[in-house]
């Protein structure tokens, strides 16, 4: 990707009196990754100025040649390098501007490196402190620099950094600059269309990049404890990187109250006109202010997440509007540490691998997951993330949608017939206890055509060995990035990039289901061979229901995981994998389904879900009559189970 970078900080300054610590890691971070990087930022600190342009001034370039990385020995130029001028080709030259972070977005955009191609994100920060809570968002310069950016019709992400104490190891800024980058990409990969920009706040803490990362949304906070100002003598107040500096050490000070000394009126009002006395001002927030409404406020929000050491990711529109619909646990790396073996040497084998790749240590767990050439990124996972592991049979043949002369598939979506593919069946618990299962499911497909276990390999570029494969045989909509090609486009071809839409899925019922195989003729070695199940939908719909019934009867034994309670209700979303025979096995249950993986081809289906649960669980509260027997078939549901737990 091109990059813009911009910041409210200004220029790389690593001592303690300065305030930009972390830019010159960053891009260094971003360019080991592959990215090209342009980079255009305030010429001196301009934090606290929110989305401003200084109106009327000639905003004047010059030209910041960076140094060593933690060294503050960059130089800055009236002038840019040019070619001819003897000057080696690879010294790099960053912008700055005598403005505000906005211009810097603005400029970049439009009248720097243009030679370089479109710019396809903008990423301003990262910010020397959290921006989080609306008292600190409204003001920022970090998050004015992507919002004007936004409005640019520019993808964007406001960067922060939150950090605790002003010793900054370099090895912990570096893991928040590899942890920032793999969130930028994954952002970037996942976009969603009703977002403009994220705020994005990553503590700065060991073991980072083993930190969750949750959505969250700006808490709503406010100034309680009076002004902001202080009264200062007429000298003092000038240096605005001290000042930053100043106010940012009492993130150090945490939620312990911050004493601010209060400015009385100081000046008597005559009868007819007041009279002035002569003073100086400056800004010196209370943050205790900040600090106690994340304190009393539930979970959820920007400042809880960083409270908690977690990683917030807050999607915004250019209007400082929440982006509904995103909240949660945001998972980078769903799919990894799966793994595929037939003998216990083969199980060793992957318990080694991991601890070779990854020392058992939150110092050490640093690595970012390796990628493929196609930057595809890999199942890999670090050793000191395990915690349970499960074993699982592996289940061929699978049952593959099978056209026929009579139920024949659009020809756009002849690739599907050769694609390992899993139900995701939508499950709603009511009170305690009765559950429902949606008729309406989802077909989820692998991103490429199946092919046995170890018949295709990737090489692992960091190792430059060959490794299994695991695509053909993941369902998991998180590891895909290409969409089913519509009718008028043509197939993506192997050279194509990995797109950036939504994953491999179609309602159930859009799948054509094979002729049952007749049976095997029983032989002396099997003199018992079965009668194979017929593959229709209504065989395997009916197979769900019986398993889901019995799955949760079998769950309310165990209450210290289940705890089904009267007048409340839970959406499940259940995997069920389909054997050639028509056998429904049950790969997982999931807790708290991502309904947006569903793409475009499943909107229809998770709508009607959502209504159907709304008529059954959440309408009786608001209306007198009575529900009908079997009411709930009309919507779509299929009452499986019902039971009294003795809860009231």
Known sequence: MHILVTNDDGPP????????????????????????????????????????????????????RPGTLHQDDGTTHTKPLTAGDGSNDDTEEWVLVNSTPATAAQLGLFHFFQDRGPVDLVVSGPNYGRNTTSLFSLSSGTIGGAMEAAICRKRAIALSYAFFSRNHDPEIIAGASRMSVKLIEHLMSKWDEGVDLYSVNVPLVEGVEGKKVFYTYALQNYWKS??????????????????????????????????????????????????????????TPNFSDVYQSVETSEPGNDGWAVKEGLISVTPLKSNFMPVPGLQGELKLDRGQGIRLFSSESELRAIFEEWEADSPDS??????????????????????????????????????????????????????????????????????????????????????????????????NPDTNQEEMDMRPHLTNTCLQSSPFPSPSSPSPSPSTPPSTEKPLVLPLTHLPFPSPKPPESP??????????????LTNITTQINTLTSSLFLAATSHPVHFQPLPNAFEVYGLDYLISETGDVFLLEVNAFPDFAQSGGGGQ?????????????????????????????????????????????
């Open 523 to 536: 032989s002396p070695q099997n003199p018992n061979t079965p009668t194979p199940t017929n593959p229709n």
């Open 362 to 459: 939150d110092s050490d767990s640093t690595a970012t997951p390796p990628s493929t050439p196609n930057n595809t990124t890999t199942t890999a996972i670090p050793t000191s993330q395990l915690r349970h592991f499960i074993a699982q049979a592996y289940i061929p043949p699978f049952l593959f949608p099978s056209p026929s002369p009579t139920s024949p598939l659009p020809s756009h979506l002849n690739q599907i017939t050769n694609r390992k593919f899993h139900i995701r069946t939508y499950v709603l618990c009511t009170s305690a206890l009765r559950v429902y299962v949606y008729q309406e499911m989802l077909a989820l497909f692998a991103a490429v055509p199946y092919t046995p276990p170890g018949n295709t390999t990737l090489t």
């Open 226 to 283: 009076g002004s902001s100002f202080t009264e200062v003598e007429a000298e003092e107040g000038d240096d605005p990187a001290e000042k930053e500096v100043e106010i940012r050490a009492q993130e150090e000070l945490g939620s312990e109250k911050v004493k601010g000394e209060a400015v009385g009126a100081g000046a008597e009002i005559e009868k007819k006109h007041a009279r002035h006395k002569h003073r100086h001002f400056t800004w």
């Open 13 to 64: 300054s690593n001592q303690l009196s300065k305030s930009s610590p972390y830019i010159h890691s960053f891009v260094r971070t971003l360019q080991s990754a592959g990215h090209t990087v342009s980079v255009v930022l305030p010429h001196q600190q301009r934090s606290w100025i929110g989305k401003a342009h200084f109106a009327a001034q000639v905003v004047k370039p010059t030209y910041f």
């Open 604 to 648: 229809e289906v998770i709508a009607g879900l959502w209504r159907a649960v709304i008529a059954i669980a959440v309408k009786g509260f608001f209306s007198s009559d009575q529900e009908e027997e079997g009411e709930e078939e009309k919507w779509g549901m299929k009452k499986v189970l019902d039971v009294d737990l003795g809860r009231r």
